[in-house]
T-cell receptor, first 114, second 114 residues
Framework: GAGVSQSPSNKVTEKGKDVELRCDPI?????LYWYRQSLGQGLEFLIY????????KSGLPSDRFSAERTGGSVSTLTIQRTQQEDSAVYLC????????????FGQGTRLTVV | AQSVTQLDSQVPVFEEAPVELRCNYS??????LFWYVQYPNQGLQLLLK??????LVKGINGFEAEFNKSQTSFHLRKPSVHISDTAEYFC????????????FGAGTILRVKS
């Protein structure tokens, strides 16, 4: 596709369940970012991929959060044993090389934990 | 590690008035600087960026920003705002080293009133 695609667009899950969020970056983009946007909290950095490796995963809030990227393309963010405080919009972005390039954002996945 | 401070969480302004949204950053190395905008119910898009060269950068929709290295600032300005400029604006920084993450400020909501 022409832009960054995220799925699902909305996800409601019960507390304690695991969820997987998917990001399909722009073709050829080597850099991929995950952010979390909570009401009034701005964009919280979660993890950054360069190719398939994650040189910076310092933003993952706990060991319940993990992410992987395969084939230098699609990335999956997994949240295990979800908690209500995980409710937020999860944004994915990609850029050509990550070195001063524009980051293109997806529309996000709105996660609600009930 | 880099960080970004946006000094105002909300800025109300009347239509056709000038506006300045403030951004300060901290980093131990040279940086790239960005402003992104998020219109209501839309994704983030790039307004402008500073990589090198002239410290005054012009972006889309009549916005401009000035990089001030001594004050570690990158304030966003527009001489005359429109109702359609109502949005949330995010300042972001990336350290000038290949493969570095993009870190965002908390955002400033610009409310343009008629």
């Amino acid at each position: 596709g022409a832009g960054v695609s995220q799925s699902p667009s909305n996800k409601v899950t019960e507390k304690g369940k695991d969820v997987e969020l998917r990001c399909d970056p722009i073709s050829g983009h080597t850099a991929l970012y995950w952010y979390r946007q909570s009401l009034g909290q701005g964009l919280e950095f979660l993890i950054y991929f360069q190719g398939n490796s994650a040189p910076d995963k310092s933003g993952l809030p706990s060991d319940r959060f993990s992410a992987e990227r395969t084939g230098g393309s699609v990335s999956t963010l997994t949240i295990q044993r979800t908690q209500q405080e995980d409710s937020a919009v999860y944004l994915c972005a990609s850029s050509s090389t990550g070195d001063g390039d524009e980051a293109f954002f997806g529309q996000g996945t709105r996660l609600t934990v009930v | 590690a880099q960080s970004v401070t946006q000094l105002d969480s909300q800025v109300p302004v009347f239509e056709e008035a000038p506006v300045e949204l403030r951004c300060n950053y901290s980093s131990s190395v040279s940086v790239y600087l960005f402003w992104y905008v998020q219109y209501p119910n839309q994704g983030l898009q790039l307004l402008l960026k500073y990589l090198s060269g002239s410290t005054l950068v012009k972006g889309i929709n009549g916005f401009e920003a000035e990089f001030n290295k001594s004050q570690t600032s990158f304030h966003l300005r527009k001489p005359s705002v429109h109702i359609s400029d109502t949005a949330e604006y995010f300042c972001a920084v990336s350290e000038q080293e290949y493969g570095n993450k993009l870190v965002f400020g908390a955002g400033t909501i610009l409310r343009v009133k008629s």
